[in-house]
């Protein structure tokens, strides 16, 4: 993916007082000209969306997304639970394979959260095939980085488990999981770029719907492999690995499938495929931003993951792994309902900015921020109370005992940082909504590098305070980033970005 020099901030945070203009010239004339724009809607939600109240709007958009992370996070659980019926390491080594997968969704940023951006402000103008456009443009680039990533994680993957000095069975589960899982991203790309799209349209029920099947496959042929259900043979870990290659796969194709059909006004056109340098610049010029953002956010996790292998050798080593990664499984619940809205506030915001009303925009950041601080905060009560049920409900090795003696504390003391996780979550995806990719760049640095790996350092290893102790660096991180987040949306500078 080539990368483009950013501008400096003056260029990136324009201020004016109408909505920018988009200069329309015919599709004919360069590759890089604007496409001849006609004005129409794909769809009633599109129309309407902007007419609807605010909260009314917000849950139109939250509830399927809601539910589309409630399934993409049920993938993930399938797998762990299936890795707990093989053993310790077995946990800890799709773990750190999850990590992996983690980053390269987040990669998928450098043009996942520009398409979404210009798509929704492009909506929010009424210029609907400008949108597609910039839709098709982010799919080609997003096969492209498909294949790349395929390729550099099938190298990797042996390094990674030396990294972190772990004993040769675990890391031969992970050098096996990650080399048949890679093996979906091109089709995966296609997947996570098209739901960009289509959530900047205002569309969030098309990605629920394909991860309907999506789950429905995993579970299906996962466990089938697992424990050699219905004449499939045993394959263990391998087994979870190629059900959920299978279930990106077959989800990969049915959203080829419904572009084809131009679902929701996102349709291939071939003439819209090729790469036109302005436009992709354009996207870049938000993406680029946020991409980076999750490669730090990657690095200090891998490193934060590397703090946690040295607070114990040998067997105690994999159990507090197991630990982790259990705990970081189940903190995905919160996620759900915070990374909903903030997906709804991320398009109302941008589609609102388009139609030039900002007092809408930032009343749509406020609200989606407030209900979900309120359904995060009920998830901590959960945690609390039902932590060592959750551990056992994960992990069904011999060692049950020992995790969950390690992992409760952790995951109790996680509950009473649920505020400012909401917080963190909403107003970063708000802020993206708008174009504004690099202050929540930089807040991700400070948080990483001054906060949270100096704190998991001190408490964990050094004061030798475990798990627990590791984890009050991600606590205290996700505190200073939900502050500098919140007063970067309030001070409104973000309503004055032009894209």
């Known amino acids: 993916m080539p990368s483009m020099p950013l501008q400096n901030s003056h260029h990136h945070e324009s201020v004016s007082d109408d909505p920018p203009a988009i ?3 015919d599709d004919a004339a360069t590759a890089d000209q604007p496409l001849t724009e006609i004005v129409e809607y794909p769809s009633a939600a599109s129309n309407h969306l902007l007419s609807l109240p605010v909260g009314s709007a917000l849950m139109w958009l939250a509830l399927p997304v809601l539910g589309e992370q409630a399934l993409l996070m049920l993938v993930g659980l399938v797998d762990t639970f299936l890795a707990g019926t093989v053993g310790k390491e077995a946990t800890a080594a799709i773990g750190l394979a999850s990590q992996v997968s983690w980053l390269a969704g987040l990669l998928f940023g450098f043009i996942g959260v520009g398409a979404t951006a210009l798509v929704a402000r492009h909506v929010g103008m009424g210029l609907v095939s400008k949108a597609n456009h910039f839709s098709n443009q982010a799919l080609s680039a997003a096969v492209i980085m498909g294949a790349l990533e395929f390729a550099l994680i099938y190298l990797l993957a042996p390094f990674l488990p030396r990294l972190l000095d772990w004993g040769p069975e675990p890391a031969r589960i992970v050098v096996q999981y990650l080399r ?7 089709l995966a790309s296609i997947t996570v770029i098209a739901a960009a799209c289509w959530r900047g349209g205002g569309d969030t029920r098309t990605p629920l719907y394909v991860m309907i099947v999506v789950n429905f496959v995993n579970i299906l042929v996962s466990a089938g492999l697992r424990f050699g259900w219905g004449g499939l043979p045993s394959l263990g870990v391998a087994g979870i690995a190629i059900g959920t290659l299978v279930a990106r796969l077959i989800g ?25 340098r302005e436009s992709m ?16 956010l990657w690095a200090g996790q891998f490193c934060f993951l590397i703090i946690i292998s040295q607070l114990a050798t040998g067997d105690e080593q994999a159990a507090i792994l197991a630990a982790h990664f259990v ?3 189940v903190e995905s619940l919160s996620y759900l309902p915070a990374f909903a809205w903030a997906t709804g506030a991320a398009t109302l915001v941008g589609q609102f900015l388009g139609a030039g009303d900002r007092l809408k925009a930032r009343r749509s950041g406020h609200l989606a921020a407030v209900q979900s601080a309120v359904l995060c905060m009920a998830m901590g009560v959960v945690y609390f109370l039902f932590a060592p049920q959750i551990y056992a409900l994960f992990n069904a090795s011999a060692d049950l005992e020992r995790v969950t003696r390690i992992g409760v504390p952790a995951l109790r003391g996680l509950a009473f940082f649920q505020l400012p996780l909401a917080l963190m979550i909403v107003y970063t995806n708000a802020l993206r909504g ?9 807040y991700t640095l400070l948080g990483m590098v001054l ?3 100096p704190l998991a350092y001190l408490c964990g290893v050094v004061w030798k305070g475990g798990l627990l102790g ?17 007063v970067r949306f309030l001070r409104g500078k973000w309503e004055h970005i032009k894209i």
């Open 180 to 186: 048949i899982d890679s093996a979906g991203y091109i």
């Open 327 to 329: 705990g970081i499984r």
């Open 281 to 296: 610049r354009r996207i870049l010029h938000v993406g680029i931003p946020a991409g980076l953002d999750g490669i730090f």
């Open 470 to 486: 590791a984890w009050v660096g991600m606590f205290a991180d996700m505190t200073v980033r939900a502050a500098l987040t919140t």
């Open 451 to 453: 906060v949270r790996l």
């Open 23 to 25: 200069p329309i010239t």
């Open 434 to 442: 708008a174009g504004d990719t690099r202050y929540p760049l930089l």
């Open 252 to 276: 990969g194709l049915i959203v080829i499938g419904l572009l084809l059909h131009g679902r929701s006004g996102i349709r291939f056109r071939a003439q819209d495929l090729r790469f036109r």
